[in-house]
């Protein structure tokens, strides 16, 4: 199975493919001018993998939330590779991917709940449990709102929980609200790699979409969506 992953939801600019065991990815941190470097590092990493877009199982991406503008590009980006090659895409939360970070790097941690600065006074917020097979499952639903409405699960509590994302550095009332509960708090960001991980799970699962289906999803974004549809 091959999956190519790219996010541009945050500061970090990201693409990694997921190739037949091997996990090859780029980063760099922006604070702006994603669109001069995701194409670029999505060569890269195809180059050096060795694997050519039509040789693909699906095109991956960070579908948000995050920044309207980069949360934006990733879909279009996506959706145009897809189309292209005439694979299917894979959308993955991006919330989802910085949990699916902290699992990787904390062998300890059993559930992440994760806060990124959503700005406007607010963050993008969700709660994921490590699964048997060691990914990311969310627990409830995703939300955004003030630091104030963030709450964790009423049996989450013990050293297995953790805290991740930008939001508890940009609203510190956050970390004082969660200091007894979680075991530690990591400030990161989503990246492709991650993604790429998700996705291969997503595709093992049947669950692909066709490419006008890249979609993002903002949170703040009131618009009701159709379900996707399933590609064959």
Not at 29 to 45: F, S
Request: with cysteine.
């Amino acid at each position: 199975m091959r999956i190519l992953a790219l996010d541009t939801a945050t500061e970090n600019c990201s693409a990694a493919i997921a190739c037949d065991g091997r996990l090859i990815a780029r980063e760099r941190l922006l604070e702006r001018g994603h669109a001069e470097y995701i194409l670029a590092m999505v060569d890269e990493v195809l180059t050096e993998a060795g694997v050519r877009l039509a040789e693909l199982t699906a095109v991956a991406f960070g579908r948000g939330p995050g920044s309207f503008t980069g949360v934006r590009l990733a879909a279009g980006i996506a959706q145009g590779l897809a189309y292209g090659a005439a694979v299917p895409v894979v959308a993955v939360s991006d919330l989802q991917a910085v949990a699916q970070r902290v699992l990787r790097q904390e062998g300890a941690a059993l559930r992440v709940l994760v806060c990124n600065d959503a700005r406007m006074r607010e963050v993008y917020w969700g709660c994921f449990a490590r699964s048997a097979a060691g990914l990311a499952m969310p627990v409830g639903g995703e939300r955004v709102g003030a630091p104030g409405t963030v709450s964790l699960p009423a049996d989450w509590l013990g050293a297995g929980s953790y805290g991740a994302g930008s939001g508890f550095a940009a609203y510190p009332q956050l970390q004082a609200s969660f200091a007894g509960a979680l075991a530690r708090i990591i400030e990161t960001r989503p990246r492709a790699e991650e993604i790429a991980l998700l996705a291969l799970a997503e595709a093992a699962a049947g669950r692909l979409l066709d490419p006008e289906q890249a979609l993002p999803v903002y949170l703040r974004d009131e618009v009701v969506q159709s379900a996707p549809k399933t590609s064959n």
